[in-house]
């Protein structure tokens, strides 16, 4: 018999299947994309995932246009379920994406979050300032660039004073708060 217990118990196992399968944002949808390959382990055998598809994000770091193709370097950061960077935890390195589409350096400046999808082709040598690096190059086929959000941290006093009665300037109402 289907009761009223049966029915919210299986409101409840869909809720986490349905939240559970995500879709991605509209821009990679088309794309066939392993989602299994991460960037460790890209870094770690870069000859047996090249030309493999990966979806990747984090916050650029330089934008350059050439003639052909526009070159981004992006530091790295794990996706979210929306596969938004989360800038908050860890990075695993920096990695380039070139793409023959036309980048506006001005749109896509240092600071904004990025998604990108596109083909793994080579570990490219570069430079991080000084320091040698070997930079995972992506061929980028699609870009989700994420809004710009600002936070604020407002700090509290370090005391309040509390006014009890009429308007504080009546010192016989004013009474501390300590």
């Known amino acids: 018999m289907?009761?009223?217990?049966?029915?919210?118990?299986?409101?409840?196992?869909?809720?986490?299947i349905i939240k559970g399968c995500a879709p991605l944002p509209k821009e990679f949808q088309?794309?066939?994309?392993?989602?299994?390959?991460?960037?460790?382990?890209i870094l770690e055998s870069p000859q047996e995932y090249e030309g493999t598809n990966v979806l990747w994000g984090g916050k650029i770091v330089n934008c350059l246009n050439q003639e052909d193709f526009t070159i981004l370097e992006i530091v790295q950061f794990p996706l979210d379920i929306e596969s938004k960077p989360k800038i908050d935890t860890f990075s695993e390195g920096r990695f380039q994406v070139k793409t023959s589409k036309f980048l506006d350096c001005a749109i896509y400046h240092p600071g904004r979050l990025i998604?990108?999808?596109?083909?793994?082709?080579?570990?490219?040598?570069?430079?991080?300032?000084?320091?040698?690096?070997?930079?995972?190059?992506?061929?980028?086929?699609?870009?989700k660039l994420?809004?710009?959000?600002?936070?604020?941290?407002?700090?509290?006093?370090?005391?309040?004073?509390?006014?009890?009665?009429?308007?504080?300037?009546?010192?016989?109402?004013?009474?501390?708060?300590?």
């Open 2 to 16: 289907f009761n009223l217990l049966n029915f919210l118990i299986l409101i409840f196992i869909l809720s986490f």
């Open 30 to 41: 088309e794309i066939p994309l392993d989602k299994k390959v991460g960037f460790s382990q």
């Open 115 to 143: 998604t990108v999808a596109g083909t793994f082709r080579e570990l490219k040598e570069g430079k991080i300032g000084e320091k040698s690096y070997k930079f995972p190059l992506i061929e980028g086929k699609a870009f």
């Open 146 to 178: 994420w809004r710009e959000e600002l936070r604020i941290q407002l700090e509290t006093p370090i005391y309040t004073r509390c006014y009890w009665g009429p308007p504080y300037w009546w010192p016989w109402w004013y009474y501390p708060c300590w």
